[in-house]
């Protein structure tokens, strides 16, 4: 543990558990959130808790964001800008516009405040057990001070270069997971509608070359055991998969399947108004499109 006062902004499927590892594991840890029950929960489970965002940056060294989408980052570092101290680090773990993370990381470097871009993989669930993997992007010296808490909250950490590097990685592994998962769900869907059960082409395809991690360890958590609260909502992975098709289209890269993806995420969301669903009721948009019912295990 390094005796350096965290703040956590951001307690929701993911920041809560992984708030949680911090303060179960000892870290100084205040916590924000704009739900107040979701500040309560933390503050039982040893946090402090911080009545604003202006609050957890005054009571903190490092501050960790967990935060939807860009402009809830932009806000929390608006706001460092603002009353924030020379030797403070914020941590960003939020996914969001790798063009951002970079702006924000030369704003702060400016007022002599440190920057850390750390992508998250895997699940809520991997982070309630503390194996979070981390893609992260800074300075040698700032990575090295988080250290002891990504160690607390997870146990790979794969270090992807500068600043902006760790959000950009991420944004690529998520063009491909959410790309992936809208093919599994039409694979599945293509073969309850020809007469296969959700058991056989489980069985067939994560034994196959055609196996995918999501598939085989996380579906059957979700909408193949008929639950589609969200883990991972398909309104956030929508948000991912329109960052990496903008980034795609920025950098002059096409990317004819990804962005076929990202609108079925849409039509899930927008026609189906499944957005606040779990990814993987992306099989429930694609059996409603074939008229049939979601295939469960
Ligand atoms: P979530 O919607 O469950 O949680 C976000 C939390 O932020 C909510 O509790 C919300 O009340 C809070 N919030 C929003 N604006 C705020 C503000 N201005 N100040 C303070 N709190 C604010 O989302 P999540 O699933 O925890 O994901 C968070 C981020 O991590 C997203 O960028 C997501 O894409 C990414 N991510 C999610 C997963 C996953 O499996 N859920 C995995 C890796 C990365």
């Known amino acids: 543990m390094s005796g350096e006062r965290i703040g956590f902004i951001g307690l929701g499927n993911m920041g809560r558990p992984m708030a949680t590892s911090l303060v179960t594991k000892g870290f100084p840890v205040t916590a924000y959130d704009v739900v107040p029950t979701s500040v309560q929960i933390l503050a039982q489970r040893g946090a402090k808790a911080a009545r604003d965002v202006a609050d957890a940056v005054a009571q903190s060294d490092i501050i960790v964001t967990m935060l939807p989408n860009t402009p809830d980052v932009d806000g929390v570092i608006a706001e460092v800008l603002k009353s924030g101290r020379k030797g403070q680090l914020c941590m960003d773990m939020s996914t969001i516009d790798p063009i951002a993370s970079k702006r924000f990381a030369a704003a702060l470097a400016a007022k002599g405040i440190g920057w850390v871009d750390a992508g998250v993989g895997r699940s809520p669930a991997h982070a309630e057990r503390g194996e979070s993997l981390f893609m992260v992007g800074g300075t040698d010296a700032d990575l090295k001070r988080v250290e002891p808490l990504l160690g607390a909250m997870g146990n ?110 849409g039509q899930a969301r927008a026609a189906q108004g499944l957005g606040g669903k779990d990814i993987t009721a992306v099989l429930v948009a694609a059996a409603n499109n074939a008229g049939v019912k979601p295939p469960k295990l």
């Open 156 to 265: 790979k950490v794969i270090p992807c270069g500068g600043p902006g590097a760790g959000i950009t990685m991420k944004i690529v592994l998520n063009f491909l997971a959410m790309s992936t998962c809208q093919l599994t769900a039409e694979a599945l869907t293509l073969g309850t509608k020809l007469g296969l059960t959700a058991r056989t082409m489980y069985d067939v395809i994560t034994n196959s070359l055609a196996n995918n991690d999501h598939l085989k360890n996380y579906w059957p958590t979700k909408v193949l055991g008929g639950d589609v609260d969200p883990g991972f909502a398909i309104d956030l992975a929508y948000k991912d998969l329109s960052i990496g098709v903008t980034t795609a289209n920025a950098a002059g890269v096409p990317v004819f399947t990804g962005a076929a993806a990202r609108e079925c995420l």
